[in-house]
């Protein structure tokens, strides 16, 4: 229905704030939300020079039927949205491996990326909006891949007499979390808990313009199997 944006700084930074707003807007109007305001604030006390916050507050509604996974059973498939990068998760390992292990600075130009690894980051979160809304009275289930990856957040949405079996060799990992997972030392198991290894949405029972199929529902006890990865 509606958006709110909030920024607060130790000063207000028009370099910051216009942009902000700007992609804010464009956010916006691109899923067919109004921006119908926010709040600046300006705090030297609270914040260090060049420091500040943004957030924002979205207000929607449910009309109908929800979709709260009781519908999940044996035999349904599960489909993969990719994602454009880390989106909203990994962060504090992906900066101690690139700026701690590696020394990169931001701006720092990886050949196999074609861009900066600061660029590579701060790639902006892809909106499912678009892709879910004109199937959602066929699908089952919705993930969100966050913090906890697959295990974490799949297992939300299962009912507890199925499990959901993902195998992690249905689509490519892309480029970036193969280099931080080389350049980390990282494995397996802690790469696919802690980022969305490319997969950014699940959806289960329904395939839409976009996913691929990255697993099934079988028979279980609630719980998300990652077939594929090396370690456990």
């Known amino acids: 229905?509606?958006?709110?944006?909030?920024?607060?700084?130790?000063?207000?930074?028009?370099?910051v704030l216009l942009p902000f707003i700007k992609g804010?807007?464009?956010?916006?109007r691109e899923n067919g939300v109004v921006l119908i305001g926010g709040e600046t604030a300006q705090l030297p006390d609270l914040y260090k020079e060049g420091d500040f916050?943004?957030?924002?507050?979205?207000v929607g509604y449910v009309e109908g039927r929800i979709i709260d996974g009781k519908e999940i059973k044996s035999g349904d498939k599960v489909y993969g949205l990719p994602s454009s990068g880390l989106h909203t998760n990994g962060y504090?390992?992906?900066?101690?491996?690139?700026?701690?292990?590696?020394g990169f600075t931001p701006d720092t130009y990886i050949q196999e990326l074609g861009e900066s690894i600061g660029e590579a980051l701060?790639?902006?979160h892809v909106s499912y909006l678009k892709f879910i809304k004109p199937h959602i009275k066929e699908i089952k289930g919705l993930a969100h891949i966050t913090g906890g990856g697959f295990e974490g957040n799949i297992s939300r949405v299962l009912p507890e007499d199925v499990d959901c079996v993902i195998d992690t060799g249905t689509w490519e990992v892309p480029v970036l979390f193969k280099l931080l997972q080389e350049?980390?030392?990282i494995p397996d198991s802690e790469m696919y808990r802690t980022f969305n290894?490319?997969?950014?949405?699940?959806?289960?029972?329904?395939?839409?313009?976009?996913?691929?199929?990255?697993?099934?529902?079988v028979e279980g006890k609630g719980r998300v199997k990652l077939?594929?990865?090396?370690d456990s």
């Open 1 to 15: 229905l509606f958006f709110l944006d909030y920024y607060a700084g130790h000063t207000i930074d028009n370099r």
């Open 24 to 28: 804010a807007t464009d956010a916006c």
């Open 53 to 58: 916050d943004i957030a924002g507050f979205i």
């Open 92 to 102: 504090t390992l992906a900066r101690k491996v690139c700026f701690e292990i590696k």
């Open 122 to 124: 701060l790639r902006p």
């Open 183 to 185: 350049w980390g030392d």
């Open 197 to 217: 290894m490319g997969i950014g949405m699940v959806v289960i029972g329904h395939r839409v313009e976009g996913s691929i199929e990255i697993g099934e529902i």
């Open 227 to 230: 077939e594929g990865i090396r």
